[in-house]
């Protein structure tokens, strides 16, 4: 029978056939629709091969099947995967998912031997075999695309050292940090964003291929020997846990929400700074839109979708946990819905890693725009605090009282604190000599910062060293 002919009547095939004498009628047509997951988990193609080869490696190795019959499997398991990766394979709804639409066309190449590869497996310890490698490789991505963000941040951190912006805690102006120390805050985090793909990947890394539908097998595998073929750790150690859990999948999904709720506020700080009222950055055409009626218009989209995503992230979480949670041991197939979640959340954070990595190498600082910001809001209230504390000898509550005194009197003269006469500052306390104008202004509150991971601008070159050597 021609190619043509055989991808046809596989896309046609009988879904009944799967079922073997069981099943004398087909299900419904709703049924089919329910039932088959094809369009999703094709995705796992690749992993799903993989697992066979080694799957069939084993197999012969230990005489369950003939070493002719092992060659023939391979060879044809082999061919299947180059059809796919031409896109010449025909995927069957009919046939439900990756794993039988793999295996039926490896009975059209290679007849009556395709029927032993399933031999001591099911497809519940086969899908959570490819899907637990197809997360690994899946945290790998993610863990390359943080660190091409902590790459550009790290550039804007060492460029903008010295830099002075405002600091804000609720949104309103607290102290003066410099850029260079903002950015690396976001270096930080994603730091710890890589630790939890990487911890997602080592526990994720057991094999749960041998437990077959849940109670392991009575065929004398060597779940050892497939493990170490796929690259993983060793094999899972409870047939029943194998083939039940996903946790995995949920730990890969709460590491991707917490990156991108990560990803999250750094756009709305791009959102923020790109707007004409601060002005702190500009981002280019590149990864700005413009107005289907406005010309005028440069809207931060990139920055505004990156937000947008972290919903697709958390979402999935909550999806994969709410499938999970009221399931009682071992496989139901309310899992089946565990691979949209996963494979949405994944999507979604890759795309969000290179748009960030790319707004953040784009972003050009407008560092007289911060410079003037920064100065605002009474920024350096602290370090006269400080300096009563320190020059004055008074307690740190007394001299926030006095502090406070003067921002007001500053409000009321219209002035900031540096230009504040000094008799007008002493006659609110007699301590303070012209000794506090050195601690006053933006530029000796942002030096006066060294403490380890302070903002000061020759701490955050030192930061930003010490994060080079750890991360890149």
Not at 195 to 218: I, K, M, V
Not at 340 to 354: C, G, H, Q, W
Not at 366 to 376: D, E, I, L, S, V
Not at 404 to 423: I, Q, S
Request: hydrophobic share 45%; aromatic share 6%.
């Amino acid at each position: 029978m021609p190619d043509s002919k055989r991808r046809r009547a596989r896309a046609n095939a009988p879904a009944n056939q799967l079922w073997g004498g069981r099943y004398a009628a087909g299900p419904a047509a709703v049924m089919t629709a329910i039932n088959a997951s094809i369009d999703v988990d094709r995705r796992l193609w690749r992993e799903d091969i993989q697992g066979s080869l080694a799957h069939v490696a084993m197999l012969a190795r230990q005489g369950i099947v003939r070493p002719a019959d092992a060659a023939r499997i391979t060879r044809g398991l082999k061919k299947v995967a180059a059809e796919i990766e031409a896109g010449k394979f025909a995927f069957s709804t009919a046939l439900e998912d990756i794993h039988m639409n793999v295996e039926a066309r490896l009975a059209e190449l290679i007849g009556k031997p395709a029927g032993r590869l399933h031999t001591a497996r099911s497809r519940n310890d086969q899908v959570a075999t490819d899907l637990a490698l197809w997360l690994r490789a899946a945290c790998a991505r993610a863990d390359a695309m943080i660190r091409e963000l902590q790459r550009a941040l790290l550039a804007q951190a060492e460029a903008h050292a010295g830099t002075i912006m405002p600091g804000y805690t609720h949104l309103q102006p607290a102290q003066p940090v410099t850029f260079g120390h903002h950015m690396l805050a976001y270096v930080e985090m994603l730091g710890r964003d890589r630790g939890r793909f990487a911890d997602a990947a080592r526990r994720g890394n057991r094999s749960p291929l041998g437990a077959a539908a849940l109670a392991g097998t009575s065929f004398p595998i060597d779940r050892h020997a497939t493990a170490k073929a796929l690259g993983f750790d060793g094999p899972t150690d409870n047939s029943l846990d194998s083939v039940a859990s996903r946790d995995f999948g949920l730990e890969f999904l709460a590491a991707c929400s917490i990156c991108s709720t990560h990803l999250s506020r750094l756009a709305e700080e791009l959102v923020i700074w790109t707007n004409p009222l601060f002005g702190f950055v500009s981002l280019s055409d590149a990864f700005t839109t413009g107005s289907s009626i406005m010309p005028q218009k440069r809207n931060p989209d990139a920055a505004e979708l990156v937000r947008g995503k972290a919903g697709a992230t958390l979402g999935a979480f909550v999806r994969l946990t709410m499938i999970l949670k009221g399931l009682p041991l071992t496989y139901g197939k309310d899992m089946q819905d565990d691979k949209p979640a996963i494979f949405e959340a994944a999507d979604a954070i890759e795309l969000s890693l290179a748009a960030m990595a790319g707004m953040i190498a784009d972003m050009k600082a407008n560092p007289a725009r911060m410079r003037a910001a920064a100065g605002g809001g009474f920024s350096t209230a602290t370090d006269l605090a400080d300096w009563l504390v320190r020059a004055a000898g008074l307690p740190f509550r007394e001299a926030h009282h006095v502090t406070g005194r003067l921002v007001r009197l500053a409000e009321e003269r219209g002035c900031d604190l540096p230009d504040l006469p000094l008799a007008a500052m002493r006659a609110v306390d007699k301590r303070i000599t012209k000794d506090v104008l050195g601690v006053l202004g933006v530029d000796n509150s942002v030096r006066s910062r060294r403490s380890h991971g302070g903002t000061a601008p020759a701490s955050v070159l030192r930061a930003a060293r010490a994060a080079r050597r750890k991360w890149l």
